[in-house]
Nanobody, 119 residues
Framework: QVQLVESGGGLVQPGGSLRLSCAAS????????MRWYRQAPGKQRELVAA???????DYADSVKGRFTISRDNAKNTVYLQMNSLKPEDTFVYYC?????????????WGQGTLVTVSS
């Protein structure tokens, strides 16, 4: 019953910026850690960034200094600001969250949004 809806992906030139967002909706009483992953075809998803409910963050080495994860708890939304994009950042990006629905914690995933960095 919980859905994560992503937006913001698209085509961008090297050096450009994109801002991804992911809004959770449904029966939500709380959200713990929220994360962004990315995945190439035929590969496992890799963690890009994570943020706790109180704002503590962690990043993959490949994106440190370029990407910033943030969240708005009132809106149940997580963001990923992506600056200085490189062709190597071309992946499908997924958001992930552990959601408290009132009785249990369940892990949810967004549908994925494609980011293509190319001139």
């Amino acid at each position: 019953q919980v859905q994560l809806v992503e937006s913001g992906g698209g085509l961008v030139q090297p050096g450009g910026s994109l801002r991804l967002s992911c809004a959770a909706s449904g029966t939500i009483f709380g959200i713990n850690v929220m994360r962004w992953y990315r995945q190439a075809p035929g590969k496992q998803r890799e963690l890009v960034a994570a943020i706790t409910r109180d704002g503590n963050t962690d990043y993959a080495d490949s994106v440190k200094g370029r990407f910033t994860i943030s969240r708005d708890n009132a809106k149940n939304t997580v963001y990923l600001q992506m600056n200085s994009l490189k062709p190597e950042d071309t992946f499908v990006y997924y958001c992930n969250a552990d959601v408290w629905s009132g009785r249990e914690w369940l892990e949810h995933w967004g549908q994925g949004t494609l980011v293509t960095v190319s001139s």
